[in-house]
């Protein structure tokens, strides 16, 4: 019989932050080795946790074992093989992010992989978790299973699973639903008293009915239960997918209000911050890049389909709230055009291809500054663009995107994804010219033709005049104490060719004095050359900025229904937005 890995969890000392953990390990190889993850999937960069571990001891009974660091991560345990094996050690936890673990006198939170260390050879065994030490009235919320007869015990089938389940400690609001027969659970901790948790509640169970109508029809999802966590804080955004849950983080004043009915744009993004999450349970989660079928918790794991999991997932989580009837097409439309007008303005998109952006996440995405919009391109959005034309030529030829996930999802081996594999289904669908086009599209670096597909979708367009600093290239920070700050500068803008620089602060415009940049519009400032004085390492400068044509940066993007759509078109529009 194959005995237990076991993690007790203490929540040693909230004030210092600080999860004492004991592990044990009944039968240890004779040099046992263990180390702790270095990332958490779903989050590609490589984040360093072991870096919160301290005091780590080894014993077995009465007997310190010796232990030798081999790396940042890793240690071995010269056990000789003789009865289990017990390591002690504490855990600072003060990140409130969804990626790693938090702990204070009113909130505990974590993922696994920045607790528990893995044991080498044994991650295939069963894992057990028991919670001790929590306050007199915290609840816990997770989607592990329980290991029965233990009160705050969690049971796993392997290491795998144990990383895959993040748990909420506290006291927080607690809500619950069925979707196509499935108990989901929604936690949201730090709310304000009038926040309407029953519309929460009603507006996800609908979009969590589309999600799975969608994989399955009239079937049942791949999890047996599944549960939202959900932390609200003054200012954060972010959410991390797993197998049968999810972390999220979001601004309280998203979260809808008693008494207020419209979908305002906060909650609009939370709610798309849901499904974007909850779409994942599906792809990505089993439905994987070849390259994730067996997880390296020690380095980075690379692949070149990001812009497939990430940017398809991106599509779909706005797709799925036109669905789900909680905006309408009008809204949905502009949520595209944002994108667009987002994806046109960054230059790195004639540097870097989706697959290469994928490839690069670990040192560009997740390491943004400010030349990544010069260096690279979001596989998120402008996979969900590519996730969007290839939809829209799919019904074309009688077939959709929606047609390809489910074909995916039955024809990949154990979930496995190549894109060899992704070409031959496109193939199959809508013929071997459009899976060259989807080749092209994922591995060129020119911007993509959205216009005639949406077109034939009865979608027309117009433009709108940018805002002037985004039209000169400049991305700024302002702010009464700050000043005007440059963020970044595009490249090939007009900022960029009169030298204007990131970490800049802009002090004044033709001799006047700014507080906010486009205030100078008032005296004419935008349309001719202008002075731009400046603060750079102390000293002061000026510069001359000359407007340039750029269409990108001077104009958006404006996506309406055309009123003057064929039949053909019209028809197609019907099928995609259900109007």
């Not at 996800?204 to 109508?213: D, G």
């Not at 949520?335 to 490839?359: H, M, W």
Request: net charge neutral; hydrophobic share 40%; charged share 20%.
């Amino acid at each position: 019989m194959t005995t237990s890995i076991r993690y007790r969890i203490d929540l040693a000392d909230a004030a210092a932050h600080r999860y004492h953990v004991t592990l044990t390990v009944p039968a240890p190889a004779s040099d046992q080795v263990l180390s702790l993850p270095v990332w958490i999937p779903g989050s590609y960069m490589v984040r360093e946790f072991g870096r919160h571990l301290s005091g780590l001891v080894a014993r077995q009974g009465s007997r310190e074992v010796p232990l030798t660091q081999l790396d940042k991560t890793s240690w071995r345990a010269e056990t000789g093989g003789r009865g289990a094996l017990t390591l002690e050690y504490d855990a600072y936890a003060f990140d409130t992010s969804v990626r790693t673990a938090y702990l204070d006198d009113s909130r505990g939170f974590f993922n696994s992989t920045s607790l528990c260390l893995r044991v080498h050879g044994q991650e295939s065994h069963p894992h057990e978790l028991r919670l001790a030490g929590l306050p007199s009235g915290w609840e816990v919320a997770t989607a592990m299973p329980p290991l029965p007869g233990v009160r705050n015990g969690f049971a796993s089938a392997d290491y795998d699973e144990l990383v895959d389940h993040p748990f909420e400690l506290g006291t927080f609001w607690r809500g619950r639903f069925e979707a196509a027969g499935v108990p989901h659970e929604f936690v949201v901790a730090g709310a304000w008293a009038n926040f309407d948790g029953e519309r929460l509640l009603a507006d996800v169970k609908r979009l969590c009915a589309a999600h799975i109508a969608f994989w399955h029809g009239r079937g049942k999802p791949p999890f047996e239960r599944y549960v939202f966590l959900l932390n609200t804080v003054e200012d954060g955004y972010g959410g991390l997918e797993h197998r049968a849950s999810t972390a999220l983080l979001a601004n309280r004043r998203d979260l809808p209000r008693q008494g207020q009915a419209a979908v305002g744009d906060g909650y609009l993004n939370l709610l798309g911050l849901i499904s974007h999450e909850y779409f994942h349970a599906w792809n990505v989660k089993r439905l994987k890049p070849a390259e994730f079928m067996q997880l390296d918790y020690s380095r980075e794991n690379y692949t070149r389909l990001l812009w497939l999991f990430e940017g398809f997932t991106s599509y779909y989580d706005d797709l799925m709230l036109r669905r789900a009837g909680l905006i309408d097409s009008a809204r949905y439309l502009k949520l595209i055009a944002r994108t667009i007008n987002g994806v046109r303005a960054t230059p790195g998109q004639r540097v870097q291809s989706v697959a290469e952006a994928s490839f690069d996440a670990w040192v560009k995405y997740y390491r943004s500054d400010e030349n990544t919009p010069n260096a690279t391109v979001s596989y998120y959005t402008k996979g969900s663009l590519l996730a969007l034309l290839l939809d829209l030529h799919l019904r074309q030829a009688g077939e959709s995107l929606d047609a390809l996930m489910r074909r995916l999802w039955k024809a990949a081996p154990r979930g496995a994804v190549t894109e060899e594999l992704v070409l031959a289904e496109v193939e199959a669908l809508g013929g071997r010219k459009l899976a060259d086009a989807l080749a092209g599209w994922v591995h060129g670096r020119a911007e993509l033709p959205l216009m005639p597909a949406l077109a034939a979708a009865g979608i027309g367009h117009s433009e709108e005049k940018a805002g002037w600093s985004a039209s000169l290239g400049l991305k700024l920070s302002e702010g009464p104490v700050t000043g005007v700050q440059v963020k970044a500068v595009l490249a090939g803008s007009a900022a960029a060719a009169a030298g204007v620089s990131a970490g800049d602060e802009l002090l004044a415009i033709d001799g006047w004095r700014i507080r906010r940049f486009d205030d100078a519009q008032q005296w004419g400032a935008e349309s001719r050359p202008f002075e731009l004085m400046l603060v750079r390492g102390q000293r002061v400068r000026t510069l001359t900025l000359r407007p340039l044509p750029v269409p990108a940066l001077e104009r958006t993007l404006v996506l309406a229904p055309d009123a003057q759509a064929s039949p053909a078109a019209l028809a197609l529009r019907r099928g995609w937005l259900g109007d």
